[in-house]
């Protein structure tokens, strides 16, 4: 009788532990590279908020910036490891999985992010995040950041003006490419990098939304900026892919939600925190201004870039880009 009893007792304690574990939150790691401040930053807070409010008790996001977990050359490796659960890199970061995901580092391509945004919401847009599922990622969300503009110690008015100079690029062939077509010479740095790289002389300027760059402080190393315009710099927000369609359908749905949510909150702020960044920028760096026609020469001078890439890209998907724009 004795034994029934232990037995009995030990049953009860090993259902007791089950269930207590059984009620433990999944634990999601966000991890990016930038400052809270930005619009990245803020979409992944409010995606915790959203997440653990409409999940209460089921997950807990926990979110890392500026690289504190990961910098931008690992956090690949480490979403592929289960380290990580999403990640929001540049959307530079992914022509190694897949190359038509190049159509949004050509320069000139999109008019404005209104162009962006209609060809994001587009099928060959929505087709793209599921592109390199079969690889083990699975996009489920674009946030915007905002438009490139050029930086450097020196006016940058013409395309011959950027001749010589070394500037920093994000690890895509395409951007790249872009720089040497104008006779200047890309360095591939990692983002954290770039400041100490700029006020080091090691590259001479660099490309980058206006939030981006008054976030890092690149204009107390840099003394003027462009508003070129010339490039988009977005994110997509990806996930392991063998993780998520493991989830139970409750969790995946309201994960789903908070990332929508998310998304919305993003593209929101980024317009706002761009525009004020510039202004903050202009207190201290000179921006100048393209007059359509010096647009136009900078937009000539790279266009062989879009005839370079459109093999890799598909003429498809670059024309869709285009039908975007209204070209």
């Known amino acids: 009788?004795?034994?029934?009893?232990?037995?009995?007792?030990a049953a009860a304690t090993l259902g007791f532990v089950g269930s207590a574990a059984a009620q433990q939150p999944i634990i999601i790691k966000f991890s990016h590279v930038v400052a809270e401040v930005t619009p990245k930053g803020q979409a992944a807070l409010k995606f915790k908020e959203e997440a653990e409010k409409l999940l209460p008790g089921k997950v807990k996001v926990e979110v890392y910036p500026?690289?504190?977990l990961f910098g931008d050359g690992k956090e690949m490796e480490a979403l592929a490891l289960g380290d990580v659960q999403f990640i929001?890199?540049?959307?530079?970061?992914?022509?190694?999985?897949t190359k038509q995901i190049q159509v949004f580092d050509l320069p000139f391509l999109f008019d404005d992010m209104k162009a962006v945004d209609k060809f994001q919401s587009s099928p060959v847009g929505k087709k793209l995040l599921t592109s390199m599922e079969s690889k083990g990622y699975l996009g489920v969300a674009y946030w915007h950041n905002g438009l490139k503009q050029l930086s450097a110690n020196k006016p940058l008015i013409v395309p011959e003006d950027a001749k010589g100079l070394k500037f920093r690029v994000q690890a895509s062939d395409v951007l790249?490419?872009?720089?040497?077509?104008?006779?200047a010479n890309p360095q591939k740095l990692a983002f954290s990098e770039v400041y100490q790289a700029l006020q080091l002389g090691t590259v001479?300027?660099?490309?980058?939304?206006w939030s981006n760059a008054y976030s890092q402080k690149f204009h107390e190393v840099q003394k003027e900026f462009t508003e070129s315009n010339h490039g988009v710099i977005d994110y997509m927000v990806v996930t392991n892919a063998k993780w998520w369609n493991g989830l139970p359908a409750d969790i995946k749905a309201g994960l789903q939600k908070a990332m929508?949510?998310?998304?919305?909150?993003?593209?929101?702020v980024a317009e706002k925190l761009n525009a004020d960044a510039k202004a903050k920028i202009g207190t201290t760096s000179k921006i100048n201004q393209l007059t359509p026609e010096q647009r136009a020469?900078?937009?000539?001078a790279m266009e062989p870039v879009w005839a370079k890439f459109e093999g890799a890209i598909g003429k498809d998907v670059i024309d869709a880009a285009l039908k975007s724009s209204g070209s």
Do not use: H, Y
């Not at 001479?204 to 939304?209: F, L, S």
């Open 297 to 300: 020469k900078w937009k000539k």
């Open 66 to 68: 500026n690289s504190q």
């Open 88 to 97: 929001a890199p540049s959307l530079s970061k992914f022509d190694k999985f």
């Open 1 to 9: 009788m004795r034994k029934i009893v232990l037995a009995a007792a």
């Open 176 to 183: 790249a490419a872009q720089f040497q077509q104008l006779g």
């Open 204 to 209: 001479d300027g660099q490309e980058n939304t």
């Open 260 to 268: 929508d949510a998310a998304t919305e909150k993003n593209n929101e």
